[in-house]
């Protein structure tokens, strides 16, 4: 073993021994984990337990609990379970919180009991960026991801599942009958033997299809349509990939453009993104504290009132607007090929007719205006065009925001690139960290304070990558 590096020996006693301290360097990102938490006022952000009970067993103060979660969703530890054995064997968990071990059941009671207090958190660190001023730029993107669930595929019902599952075990049954028949008439001691397995698997598969019955009139009572049995808050989405879908949430983000940090989030169950984009604007105008704010945002986000919303509250959106024209998919004309002429309130056809408003009626609570013009029978180009009496267009009362807010796209086509660079980079960071499984607790509640967790640890993170750990202690000291 000579000419190596050679360690000491295990049994050696030193007069003077280290103190915990000098095995934390003072570069170490733990040491911004006890500054940010030690400057915090955990009574007033919801916390319990801050004031110790006169009598009973002595608890441990929430700032060592929330400690022992920052440093476990900053180094990819989320289980209780594994916070447990670290506080036991990690030096830097040691020094974070004085060597106190907590078992797994208080750590997990922490998260589950602080819920509110641990999301305020999240809010209050995005206050201090603020107040750091890193949030110069008045562009934020936002985007929708889906996250798994604790609910298996199987363990969701929907009415389509529940009908395939249905037919499936239908076509089993008839398919062990038909063996039965052919069995009884095969006379022989392997026969008897094989109608007694098949007799149990019908007997299995009845069963089964009794509880699917029983499934089917849960599904009637449910609002959405849907059950889950794990967890019954989560919900089957489609997913990008063309026939895929999960169980999971549907987790919405707004991040900052200049420094990437995420302003704003919320954790839904409903699959689609088209009700969140001023629910998510206005959350993020609040925490970043600019007015004059702008938005950007992919197709799935384009729905006339939330724009319309956007545009009112002053807030500046970039929404492309979805190309499903049916018409446009047979090879008609869409209606982006009809061109409207304000100053007349009137559309010009691709044929140069003038199509001029007739009537207005009232859909899903819109007020649209509907156009059309006498010579569409006579017209050359009418079979590239309807395949009815007239072509007709509707305009909404207020297309004139989603006019407005397209012709701003055509100037300024690379925002659609700066939303992609924005926004998507956090999501595959955090799912990274959280590895295959994805949440690890139930209940729409849960999962937005475990979400709340990964969002502060990636803004932790991105502020120590911004200003350096001795930079970012220094910040939250002021």
Known sequence: MKRFIEGEDRTQI?????????????????????????????????????????????????????????????????SSRRLERESQRNVELMWLTGRLMPDFKTIADFRRDNGPAIRNVCRQFVVLCRQLDLFSQAIVAIDGSKFKAVNNRDRNFTSGKLQARMAQIEQSIDRYLAAMDTADRTQSEVAEAKTVRLKDKIDILKQQMQALKEMEMRLRDAPDGQVSLTDPDARSMATSGRGTGIVGYNVQTAVDHKHHLIVAHQVTNVGNDRNQLFTMAQQARDATGIEELTVVADRGYFKGEEILACEQAGITA????????????????????????????????????????????IEHGMLLHCYWCSVCKTCPMKEQCTTGT????????????????QRRLDREPDKMRVRRQTVEHPFGTIKSWMGSTHFLTKTLARVSTEMSLHVLAYNL??????????????????
């Open 14 to 78: 030193t007069l003077l021994p280290e103190c915990l301290d000098d095995y934390v360097t003072e570069d170490n990102p733990v040491r911004v984990v006890e500054a940010f938490v030690e400057g915090l006022e955990l009574g007033p952000l919801g916390f319990e337990g801050v004031a110790p009970a006169a009598t009973g067993r002595p608890s441990y103060h929430p700032s060592v609990l929330l400690k022992i979660y920052l440093y476990g969703y900053l180094n990819r530890l989320q």
């Open 318 to 361: 970039y929404v492309p607007k979805p190309l499903t024209s049916g018409s446009k998919a047979e090879g008609r004309f869409g209606k982006q090929d009809f061109i409207y002429l304000a100053n007349v309130d009137e559309f010009r056809c691709p044929a140069g007719q003038r199509l001029i408003k007739h009537y207005s009626t």
């Open 390 to 405: 007239e072509r007709r267009v509707k305009r909404w009362e207020h297309e004139a925001v989603l006019d407005q807010m």
């Open 461 to 478: 993170k991105r502020l120590i990558a911004l200003l350096g750990v001795r930079g970012a202690m220094a910040a939250m000291r002021v």
